[in-house]
């Protein structure tokens, strides 16, 4: 599509039984030939900013060398709309669409040179939307990209392995903090913007108030969130994953450890759902629940559910309080950070009825969210955006392509329930930084 080249889930889109409904990206949602609709749909609702992704293959059909124009002619009317419409632009640079090519011949995250294609094709994005783009992500939820990447195999490339996933998420990491070296020395002294990285991670609540269940409740973090964020603020991978991983974790060279150091102005963080975490004996390693935490054989951790826990349609648990728990984790760990919630929401099975859908379930989620990162602000943790997930619905990779995840509203006065419930958050927080 205009010059577009293959990325590694156009391929895997391809190998039956890979995607739910044998569903592509190819359309979904048509965010390429309807956005002039999709950016008349976000001023109606008095949106405040815009996150979205850039597609690799589009600017750089190969991963490398010869950049599309018509992709940047793309994006630049994009950008230049949602400035005119009042929008700020937050721009994802990775989105786990890897260009098919950087693949076949260099194998991918595995390979210690894609973190110079990498830095390369932000070069090419600095450069084309930088003048206008000011709030900028490296990389979302390497995390992802690692595990059901390189490990589960359930997402592309489709791997299988308990050592890719170091490996890959380890060059993921030095990737990001390349793209953010280019920038801050060849173009933040003139575009004066910021940049960072965002993982995902859920909670982990210990099952009991037994040392074991904490112990393994705080080792579950550190395979999901510190897995990624030590190195940035830290300058190494969690001391739990050192033992536990032992020589398939690799290690940072100095000059990869010192450009890791503080290379993201914000902690990006997106978050969805809670499990009790419990220390796993030999009988519960039969019959846990796993979950998505990372490596269950390394970790010593069996996950559960409250079957207490109302699910959405993706059967996440909604558990607002594990929320607020989160970030009062993140704010203590890594020093009191800026944070920007950059996915939070819900799937539900909407029934639309005379072009309505009746939303009170994806209402009151929010509403409950909100109000978790309200009281975690007012226990003085930096929380300084939230973006909803998501303004459409959309491909959601192996799951297929779903009608149930974008934001649905009987009307403004019920979308006004949400403000209600947390006005502070709404007030002080949305209006005033212009998310």
Known sequence: MSGKGPSIWDAFCTIPGKIYGGDSGDIACDHYHLWPQDIALMKQMNLKAYRFSLSWPRIQPLGYGKVNPDGIQFYNELIDALLAAGIVPWITLYHWDLPLALQLEKDGWLHPDIANYFADYAAVCFDAFGDRVKNWITINEPWVVAMLGYGQGVFAPGRTSNAEPYMAAHHLLRAHAYA?????????????????????????????????????????????????????????????????????????????????????????????????????????????????????????????????????????????????????????????????????????????????????????????????????????????????????????????????????????????????????????????NGF
């Open 180 to 432: 953010v070296d280019v920038y801050r020395r060849s173009f933040l002294p003139q575009q004066k913007g910021r940049i960072g990285i965002t993982s995902n991670c859920d909670w982990r609540e210990p099952l009991t108030s037994s040392q074991a269940d904490h112990d393994a409740a705080e080792r579950a973090l550190d395979f999901f969130l510190g897995w990624f964020a030590d190195p940035i603020y830290h300058g190494d991978y969690p001391s739990s994953m050192r033992i536990r991983v032992g020589d398939r974790l690799p290690h940072f060279q100095d000059k990869d450890r010192e450009l890791l150091l503080g290379s993201s102005d914000f902690f990006g963080l997106n978050h969805y759902t809670t499990m009790y975490a419990a220390n796993a004996d030999s009988v519960a390693k039969q019959t846990a629940v796993y979950g998505n935490g990372g490596l269950s054989e390394d970790q010593d951790v069996s996950l559960s559910l409250d079957p207490n826990w109302p699910l959405t349609r993706m059967n996440w648990a909604i558990v607002p309080w594990g929320c607020q728990k989160l970030l009062e984790w993140i704010d203590r760990k890594y020093k009191h950070p800026e944070i920007i919630i950059t996915e939070n929401g819900a799937a539900f099975d909407d029934q639309l009825i005379d072009d309505q859908v009746n939303d009170l379930q994806r209402i009151d989620f929010y509403a409950g969210y909100l109000e978790a990162v309200v009281k975690a602000m007012q226990n003085g943790v930096d929380v300084k955006g939230y973006f909803a997930w998501s303004l459409l619905d959309n491909f959601e990779w192996a799951s297929g392509y779903s009608k149930r995840f974008g934001l649905h509203f009987v009307d403004f006065q019920t979308q006004k329930r949400v403000a209600k419930a947390s006005a502070k958050w709404y007030g002080k927080v949305i209006d005033k």
